[in-house]
C-alpha cells in the first residue's frame, strides 16, 4: 500500500475516508481574515501592510493571497516576507494539495520564484521549504539547476574554478572518472550554459544564507539532472542559496551504450552529499552488479530512516564458497551502517536462504519490510518470523513470494505462509497478493486473524483464488477486527472465466460482502473487490512505477 520512502503515522492511519465525519459548517471569517482579504485587492496595500503589521499574521495574508489567487499580492508579499522561515505545509495545510502541480491555474510555483527573485531588504527568508508537496518536475529542476547559481555575484561565476572545487569536493579523483574531461570540459560548459543575468539574481544578504528544502528529487541516466545536482550539492559552501533534499531516488533506464558506466552515472549525486540530512535512498532496477559497486558510497549516510532496494539484481545464496561469502558480507556491510533504519524493500532480489542474516545486521526494529516478489524459502520465513522485527512491524508485504521453483524443496508452501502470519501481532497493513493461497487452511487463518492480527487495519489478499464460501468466512472474521477499515480481495475460479462473470465494483457481488459485514455491525470498512487480471496488471504497474 504504502512504499518504503513514505512517512506513515500508522497510529492515526485513516484508510476509509468515506468514515470520516461530515465536515463542519464553515465558521464565519475572523475579523483577521477579512481585513487580509481586503488587503489582497491591492497589492500595494498588502506590500505596506506586510512591512508594518505584527509578523505572525504574515501567513494569514499570504493564505488569504492564495484562496482569492491574488498572484500579485502573493509574489509581493514573499518578496517582504518578515519571517525566517517560509513553510508553505504550515501554511497552506492540506487545503491545497496540487497548488504546485503543472496544470495549476494559479501558477503559484512561478509566483513563488518571482517573490524569491525580487526579494526586497524587508524579507527576512532564510528557509524555503517545499516538503510535503508534489512538485512540479520543471520546477523542481529549475530550483537546481539555477536557484544556487542565482546567488552568486557575477564576480563569483568563474566555470573553470568551480568546477575544480566540485570535482575535489565529490571527490572524484577516488572515484576514478576522467577528471581532466569533467573538470576542463563537462562541468564548465554547464557552469557557462546556467551563468544568469545579474538582473535576474537572487539577492542575498552578505553573511546570510537560504536553504531551500524538497522532499524527493529522481535521477535516471537518460537525462543530466544528475550533474546539476552535483554542481548545486558540491558548491553549497560557495552559493549563499543552496538546496537540501530529503530522499534520492536513483533508477536505471536502459541504454544502447556502456551499460555499466550510464548505470553507474546518476550516483554521483551521493559524492559530496551533506550525509546528515539525507533521509531515505530509493534504487531501482540497477544493471547486474551495480549495486555492490555503491555499496560504500551508501553506506556513508548512517542517518537513513527508509531504504528501498527494490528490483537492484541483488544476487545472494547461502553456502561458503568464496563468492557467495562476499556478496552476503557486502549486504550485511550495508545494512548494519543504517542505524536509524526503520523502513526496508527488498523486493524483487534473490536472497534464499540468507534474509535472517540481513535482518540480524540491523541495528533498529523495522516498522515496514517488503520482501514481495523475493526469492525466499522457508527457512527464511521462519528466521523473519522469530526475529527482532517480527514483533515491531507495522506494515508487511510477503506478496508474491510463493513462487514456481524447479527445485521443490526451494519452495515456500502457501499453508506455511499462513501459519506465519501469527507471528506479528502489530502489524497494521498486511498485503498476501498473488501467492497461491489454499481453500484447505482458510478456516485456521480466519483463527489466526482474530486471534493473533487483532491490530489489522488493512488486508490485501488480492490476485488470490479462493470460492466464494471462503472469501465469505474471511470477511466475517475481518469484521471481527475493531481496527480494521480496508480489505481487498479477488472473486474469480481464473482468468479464463473473467469475461464471462458479471462483474461490478459497486454493484450485486460486492453488495454480498458488504451485506456480510454489517451483519457483524460493520459499515466503515472498504471493500475493495478487484478481477484477478486487474490484481496482476496493478502488480505490473507497480514494479515498474
Not at 34 to 48: D, H, I, Q, T, V
Request: hydrophobic fraction near 40%.
Amino acid at each position: 500500500m504504502f512504499k518504503a520512502l513514505d512517512k506513515v503515522n500508522y497510529d492515526n492511519l485513516v484508510l476509509n475516508h468515506n468514515t470520516t465525519k461530515a465536515k463542519e459548517p464553515p465558521k464565519p471569517d475572523s475579523l483577521v481574515n477579512l481585513s487580509c482579504y481586503a488587503l489582497n485587492k491591492n497589492p500595494s496595500n498588502a506590500e505596506r501592510a506586510i512591512k508594518t503589521i505584527p509578523t505572525h499574521l504574515a501567513p494569514c495574508v499570504l493564505r488569504a493571497a492564495v484562496e482569492k489567487k491574488e498572484s500579485e499580492t502573493a509574489s509581493v508579499v514573499l518578496s517582504n516576507w518578515p519571517l525566517k522561515d517560509l513553510c508553505f505545509k504550515e501554511i497552506l495545510g492540506s487545503d491545497h494539495p496540487d497548488i504546485f502541480q503543472q496544470g495549476n491555474s494559479f501558477y503559484f510555483d512561478l509566483i513563488v520564484f518571482r517573490g524569491i527573485r525580487n526579494r526586497t531588504k524587508y524579507c527576512k527568508i532564510t528557509t524555503v521549504d517545499f516538503r510535503g508537496f508534489k512538485l512540479n518536475p520543471t520546477f523542481c529542476q529549475l530550483v537546481i539547476q539555477m536557484w544556487p547559481l542565482m546567488s552568486l555575484k557575477k564576480s563569483q561565476i568563474k566555470p573553470k574554478y568551480l568546477a575544480k572545487v566540485i570535482a575535489k569536493t565529490a571527490g572524484l579523483n577516488y572515484l576514478g572518472v576522467a577528471v581532466s574531461q569533467l573538470t576542463d570540459e563537462v562541468l564548465p560548459r554547464l557552469l557557462f550554459d546556467r551563468a544568469i543575468e545579474p538582473r535576474y539574481r537572487i539577492n542575498i544578504p552578505r553573511g546570510e544564507r537560504m536553504v531551500v528544502k524538497l522532499d524527493s528529487i529522481q535521477f535516471t541516466n537518460s537525462n543530466t539532472l544528475f550533474l546539476d545536482y552535483l554542481i548545486c550539492n558540491c558548491l553549497r559552501s560557495i552559493t549563499p542559496v543552496y538546496v537540501s533534499v530529503s530522499n534520492i531516488y536513483i533508477r536505471s533506464d536502459p541504454s544502447l551504450g556502456d551499460a555499466i558506466a550510464e548505470s553507474l552515472a546518476p550516483f554521483i549525486v551521493l559524492r559530496g552529499h551533506d550525509m546528515e540530512y539525507l533521509e531515505g535512498i530509493s534504487l531501482k532496477q540497477l544493471e547486474d552488479g551495480i549495486f555492490f559497486m555503491v555499496c560504500s558510497d551508501i553506506q556513508k549516510f548512517s542517518h537513513l530512516r527508509a531504504l528501498d532496494l527494490q528490483d537492484c539484481n541483488i544476487y545472494l545464496q547461502e553456502g561458503r564458497t568464496r563468492s557467495r561469502t562476499s556478496g552476503r558480507l557486502q549486504m550485511v556491510s550495508t545494512l548494519s551502517s543504517f542505524v536509524h533504519l526503520t523502513r526496508l524493500d527488498l523486493g524483487f532480489n534473490y536472497l534464499l536462504g540468507c534474509l535472517g542474516e540481513l535482518l540480524d545486521a540491523l541495528k533498529t526494529p523495522l516498522e515496514y519490510l517488503s520482501v514481495r516478489g523475493c526469492d525466499l524459502n522457508e527457512d527464511d520465513l521462519t528466521a523473519l518470523a522469530e526475529s527482532k522485527h517480527a514483533k515491531h512491524l507495522r506494515e508487511l508485504n510477503l506478496s508474491k513470494v510463493c513462487q514456481f521453483s524447479i527445485y521443490e524443496n526451494d519452495r515456500i508452501s502457501p499453508v506455511y505462509l499462513l501459519r506465519i502470519t501469527k507471528h506479528f501481532p502489530n502489524v497494521n497493513i498486511f498485503n498476501l497478493t498473488q501467492n497461491h493461497l489454499p481453500d484447505a487452511c482458510i478456516s485456521e487463518f480466519c483463527t489466526i486473524l482474530t486471534q493473533n492480527l487483532t491490530k489489522l487495519k488493512a488486508l490485501d489478499i488480492s490476485g488470490n483464488i479462493l470460492t466464494e464460501n471462503n472469501l465469505l468466512d474471511i470477511t466475517r472474521s475481518v469484521g471481527k477486527l475493531k481496527t480494521m477499515q480496508w480489505f481487498r480481495f479477488t472473486c474469480a475460479s481464473n482468468l479464463l472465466e473473467e469475461p464471462f462473470i458479471p462483474f461490478d465494483n459497486s454493484g450485486e457481488m460486492k453488495k454480498k460482502f458488504c451485506d456480510t459485514l454489517a451483519s457483524v455491525g460493520r459499515h466503515d470498512i472498504k471493500v475493495d473487490l478487484v478481477k484477478l487480471s486487474y490484481a496482476i496488471f496493478v502488480d505490473l504497474l507497480d514494479v515498474m512505477d
